[in-house]
């Protein structure tokens, strides 16, 4: 197993959730400060926090969905933990996230199995 500098690591994460913009206020969600306490370790382990922007937020679904992709997208995280905090329907939008990410990983895996039979 590859070991990743956590400091490097959270600032390239940072660097990439600066470009996923809220689209009610047109700005991104780390001048936000809708991500709180990002922890990374050496082994690629992202933790963090996601703050919706308001307790019954229209968009927390779809948008914390992006901020995944996002993470997952930069190189040298191996998986993350995502916690969303400060939103009324937090076990509904937890168990939409889980579902998505796992019919990602699943999509990932089909397309790693379709790409090794070429």
Do not use: W
Not at 35 to 49: F, H, M, R
Not at 77 to 105: C, F, P
């Amino acid at each position: 197993m590859s070991t990743v500098d956590p400091s490097e690591l959270a600032e390239r994460i940072l660097h990439r959730l600066e470009k996923v913009i809220d689209p009610e206020t047109g700005v991104d969600v780390v001048r936000m400060r809708l991500i709180e306490d990002l922890n990374v370790t050496p082994d690629g382990l992202v933790t963090y926090k996601f703050r919706p922007s308001s307790a019954l937020c229209p968009l927390a679904i779809p948008l914390s969905l992006e901020i995944q992709k996002a993470v997952a997208e930069v190189p040298g995280v191996t998986d993350q933990e995502l916690e969303i905090v400060g939103y009324l329907k937090v076990e509904e939008l937890a168990e939409l996230i889980r579902q998505q990410m796992e019919q990602d990983r699943l999509k990932g895996n089909d397309d790693k199995q379709s790409h090794q039979g070429l």
